[in-house]
C-alpha cells in the first residue's frame, strides 16, 4: 500500500452535501502544495460541485448514484461512511473530515452517533477512546458528553467517567500541545451548580468527588461552576483579542458547551477529534442540506480545519 503517512487525508462527506464544495474552496484559497493532500471522494462527486486549481492526488471511493444536492438517501450516507473507513485504511498523518449527516449514515445501517465514533470504531486502540474538543485560537471547549438526548447525559456523568474524560485531556495538552500544566475549567451540569443540592445533587455527590480524584493527580482544575457566567470572561478576552482565562473549558453536554464558542467563532471554529494516533479536524457546521448545490456555501470553518493540520 502507498505510504500516506506524511500527508493530510480530508474526506467531502456527503455527496449530497456541502462538503465537496468547501473542500474545493478551501483547497483553491490555501493554495497548499499537492504533494501534502489527498482527497478520499469520488472524481463525480467532486466535478459536480466545482473544480480544483490543483492536481491533488484522488483516493476514488466507489458511488453509482446519481448526486442530488439536499437530499438524505441511504446510498449517501453508506458513501460517507466508506469514506471515513477509507481515510483510516491508508493512516495519514493526518484526516480532515467534511460533514456527514447522521441520519443517512443510519439509514443505510451505520448506527454511530457521529464522525467521531466511526474514527473511534476504526483507530482505537490499547484503551483509546475518541474526545471531541471544539477549537478557535486559544479558546477550546472539550464536551464530556456529545451526541446524547439530554435525558441520558446525568446518568451518563459518573466520577470514574469524568476522571477519564479529564485525563485524557491532560493528556492531549502535554503530549500535543505542549502544554504541561494546563488550566481546565469545568461547567456545572445545573443551574447555579445545583445551588447546594436545591437544583440537583450530582455536583456533589458526582462531579466534586471526580474533581478532587483528578486535583490528586496534579490537574488544575476549578470546581463545577454555573455555565452561564463562567464563559463571560472568555467570550469577553476572545473578541477583544486576549488570551483565554483557561486553556480549556469542559463542558458536560453538548449545546453547554457549543453555544459560546460557536457563538463568538462559528466559522473559525475547529472540531477536533483527539485522544486517537490520528488527529482529525472538522468544520464546526454540518451538512447545510438547505443550500447544497447553490455555491453559496462559506468555506471559513474548512479553511481552518484544514489550516490546523498543515500549519
Given at each position: ?200 445533587k450530582e455536583e456533589d455527590t458526582v462531579i466534586l468527588p471526580a474533581i478532587e480524584a483528578v486535583r490528586n493527580r496534579g490537574i488544575n482544575i476549578t470546581n463545577p461552576l454555573p455555565a452561564d457566567t463562567l464563559f463571560i470572561k472568555g467570550v469577553q478576552n476572545y473578541l477583544n483579542g486576549e488570551k483565554a482565562p483557561y486553556d480549556c473549558y469542559i463542558a458536560c453536554y453538548h449545546d ?56
Open positions: 500500500m502507498k505510504n500516506y503517512s506524511n500527508k493530510i487525508a480530508i474526506t467531502t462527506g456527503d455527496p449530497n452535501g456541502i462538503g465537496a464544495e468547501i473542500t474545493i474552496k478551501a483547497l483553491n484559497l490555501l493554495n497548499l502544495p499537492p504533494r501534502d493532500i489527498v482527497i478520499i471522494s469520488n472524481s463525480k462527486v467532486l466535478n459536480t460541485y466545482g473544480k480544483l486549481k490543483d492536481n491533488y492526488e484522488i483516493v476514488e471511493v466507489e458511488y453509482n448514484s446519481k448526486v442530488h444536492p439536499g437530499e438524505i438517501s441511504n446510498e449517501a450516507g453508506d458513501f460517507s461512511y466508506r469514506l471515513l473507513e477509507k481515510a483510516c485504511v491508508i493512516k495519514p498523518k493526518y484526516i480532515v473530515t467534511a460533514p456527514t449527516s447522521k441520519e443517512a449514515m443510519n439509514i443505510a445501517g451505520h448506527k454511530f452517533n457521529g464522525q467521531t465514533e466511526v474514527l473511534e470504531h476504526f483507530l482505537a486502540k490499547k484503551g483509546q477512546k475518541a474526545e471531541m474538543l471544539f477549537v478557535s485560537k486559544d479558546f477550546r471547549v472539550l464536551l464530556l458528553t456529545r451526541h446524547l438526548p439530554l435525558k441520558e447525559v446525568s446518568r451518563t456523568l459518573t466520577k470514574e467517567f469524568i476522571i477519564e474524560k479529564v485525563e485524557r485531556l491532560r493528556s492531549f495538552f502535554q503530549n500535543k500541545l505542549y502544554i504541561n500544566k494546563p488550566s481546565f475549567a469545568l461547567c456545572a451540569l445545573n443551574p447555579h451548580a445545583g445551588e447546594n443540592g436545591l437544583l440537583g453547554q458547551g457549543l453555544i459560546p464558542i460557536k457563538s463568538v467563532a462559528s466559522e473559525k471554529t475547529v472540531n477536533m477529534t483527539i485522544g486517537l494516533d490520528i488527529l482529525r479536524t472538522s468544520p464546526s457546521h454540518g451538512t447545510a442540506f438547505d443550500i447544497a448545490g447553490k455555491n453559496i456555501a462559506n468555506p471559513e470553518s474548512m479553511i481552518e480545519a484544514i489550516k490546523y493540520c498543515a500549519y
